[in-house]
């Protein structure tokens, strides 16, 4: 029997280990953290469960696939809640758009806030439509091992205009700023900026449109211990609490895994669930292939960070929705700050999770549970003492969520804190903090980003969001189709 190891318990490498055990290659996951989901990590205080994300789940179909593929169903583990409306915009004009797949009612909202865009939000959901068939259904499982296979994927990409950016292709069909900026956020939950991600990315909103958003009842946590728990069942070994220390090599392939507790254990094949820059520079970094990898790597552009406050209140906020977007004062040049010159502005827009309203078991009866997210730049471009300035950033944050919903907040909080860049890179080695991985640029798209089997290490694989097509849960679930595809043939 065939061995594999796959490091890193996130949503991609857990997806990789389902598939590669449920076709007979004995798999074992290793997770450095104490709980399987990598960045879909789970606090729980006081009685509040805390999300760390992600939080938004769409096309819930490959994730039904899974357990499809050993005859298994996934509602057997987890429970999946539909949310409406899938986020509430909210700016500081006091504009509100409810934002949802319920035609008849969103075009009652664009009505009400910009009826001369009705014609070109149905041009904008044709354009979608088909960006999402030749980006997503054609080529989202495809693995990009040769630049012959970008050349063939070209003629489509530039059909549809792929070197503009989400929010110019978003301009061409609707007028209104306040739609323009409903239209391109969504760019945002997955590391880019909507004024230069490829307009591909407009395929969020078919994948939306056509399998909605959905939460996990108990969690986001509950999704990837569902997944961990299949895994189990099919045979996989899991060992958690044990960091990757090491790949060896032997010639041009890749031969044994070695942790911090002293464990070691030869496999046929690896594939890496981690930060691009920790697999290559640091698991690698006795191997040439390892530290050419990373000295590349280091010129190319990292998605920003996040910074997260996750608070406990007391009371009930039926009025207030799952997801929220607070827009800022500014629209681009706040993305120019956090992208291109790394600062920290004065003003933010806030992502406001409140799941909660979905789900009461997530806190004690009669409290709530939110997170606050704001997009920052990463420690590369932002080499400032977030032990000094978190606690200040946190106040602020609360402060704007209680000046725009909640004015009271401060007397309510029961329990509070944040997460920060310096977080990211400490609990799963991102490098300077990224939250996302290499940004999606199209620059870095494709064939331009990590490939899913290395190019001279024949033996090692790559699985996640520095993979095609990039980060999200459809994202990394489909880069978890395209690499157990190279990694079972090659096997066999």
């Not at 009705?118 to 080529?139: N, S, T």
């Amino acid at each position: 029997m065939k061995k594999a190891c796959v490091i890193g318990a996130g949503f991609g490498g857990l997806a990789l280990a389902i598939r590669l055990q449920g076709a007979g290659i004995a798999t074992t996951l290793v997770e450095a953290r104490d709980k399987v989901g990598g960045r879909a990590y789970v606090w729980e205080r006081e009685g509040f469960t805390f999300d760390a994300g992600p939080t938004v789940i769409t096309d819930p179909d490959c994730l039904r696939e899974l357990w499809s593929l050993s005859g298994h169903d996934m509602a057997d583990d987890v429970e999946l809640m539909p949310v409406s409306p899938f986020y509430r915009l909210n700016w500081t004009d006091g504009t509100v758009f409810d934002y949802s797949n319920d035609e008849p009612a969103l075009h009652r909202e664009i009505a009400r806030l910009a009826p001369q865009d009705l014609a070109g939000y149905d041009e904008f959901q044709r354009y979608a439509a088909g960006v999402w068939q030749e980006g997503y259904v054609k080529l989202g499982h495809e693995a990009f091992l040769d630049f012959t296979s970008m050349v063939k994927a070209a003629p489509a990409l530039m059909r549809y205009q792929a070197w503009r950016s989400v929010y110019s292709m978003v301009s061409s069909f609707v007028k209104d700023e306040h739609l323009r900026e409903a239209l391109s956020f969504h760019t945002l939950l997955v590391g880019g900026n909507p004024m230069t991600t490829s307009a591909i990315y407009a395929l969020i909103h078919k994948l939306e449109k056509d399998g909605g958003v959905w939460w996990a009842k108990g969690g986001t946590n509950k999704l990837v211990r569902g997944m961990a728990s299949l895994f189990e069942r099919l045979g996989g070994e899991v060992r958690l609490g044990d960091k990757v220390t090491r790949i060896h090599t032997l010639g041009d392939h890749v031969t044994e895994v070695e942790t911090a507790s002293g464990w070691k254990q030869r496999f046929d094949a690896i594939a890496s669930n981690g930060d691009l820059m920790h697999t290559y520079g640091d698991l690698l970094r006795n191997n040439r292939r390892g530290q050419d990898m990373a000295h590349k790597l280091m010129h190319k552009r990292f998605s920003p960070s996040l910074f997260v406050v996750h608070f406990g209140l007391e009371g009930t906020w039926p009025g207030i929705p799952h997801h929220t977007i607070l827009f800022g004062p500014r629209y681009k040049g706040l993305l120019d700050d956090i992208f291109e010159h790394g600062v920290l502005p004065r003003d933010f827009s806030i992502y406001l999770h409140h799941p909660t309203v979905t789900d009461p078991s997530m806190a004690p009866p009669g409290k709530s549970t939110f997170y606050a997210l704001v997009p920052v730049a990463n420690m590369g471009k932002l080499p400032i003492d977030w032990a000094e300035v978190g606690p200040e950033l946190e106040r602020r944050v609360l402060a704007e969520v209680g000046r725009r919903l909640i004015p009271d907040i401060d007397d309510r909080i029961v329990t509070r804190f944040h997460y920060a860049p310096p977080d990211f890179e400490a609990d799963l080695g991102a490098w300077k903090g990224n939250a996302f991985s290499l940004e999606p640029l199209l620059t870095q798209s494709a064939y331009f980003r990590g490939h899913n089997r290395d190019d001279k290490l024949k033996n090692l694989y790559l699985v996640g969001a520095g993979t095609h097509p990039g980060a999200g849960i459809p994202g990394v679930v489909g880069s978890a189709k395209a690499t157990a595809k190279l990694m079972l043939d090659d096997l066999r």
